[in-house]
Nanobody
Framework: QLVESGGGLVEPGGSLRLSCAAS????????IGWFRQAPGKGREEISC????????KYADSVNGRFTISRDNSKNTVYLQMDSLIPEDTAVYYC?????WGQGTQVTVSS
């Protein structure tokens, strides 16, 4: 099971940190991904941690503003989101080993 948290309403230029806590399995045995889905659009992959080399990748739309990380001691994945813009408004999902989180809403608006 994956449980996400950390979403909310933030002004443009602000920051949020999303968390994705896993239970029932160990995160460091899998690739990890963050996706988002904006209203009326398809689901977009924005970042991942590859397995087993733990290299990271970012979509062009978030590169340089978002940072993915993992805390194995807490079995949790994070997505640090800085310099947020209204176009970042979406429901954000983590996925690990084919299991999806429930999603957390991020709204960027003044």
């Amino acid at each position: 099971q994956l449980v996400e948290s950390g979403g909310g309403l933030v002004e443009p230029g602000g920051s949020l940190r999303l968390s994705c806590a896993a239970s029932g399995f160990t995160l460091d045995n899998y690739a990890i991904g963050w996706f988002r889905q904006a209203p009326g659009k398809g689901r977009e992959e924005i970042s991942c941690i590859n397995y087993p080399d733990s290299t990271t990748k970012y979509a062009d739309s978030v590169n340089g503003r978002f940072t993915i990380s993992r805390d194995n001691s807490k079995n949790t994945v994070y997505l640090q989101m800085d310099s947020l813009i209204p176009e970042d408004t979406a429901v954000y999902y983590c996925i690990v080993g084919g299991v999806w989180g429930q999603g957390t809403q991020v709204t960027v608006s003044s």
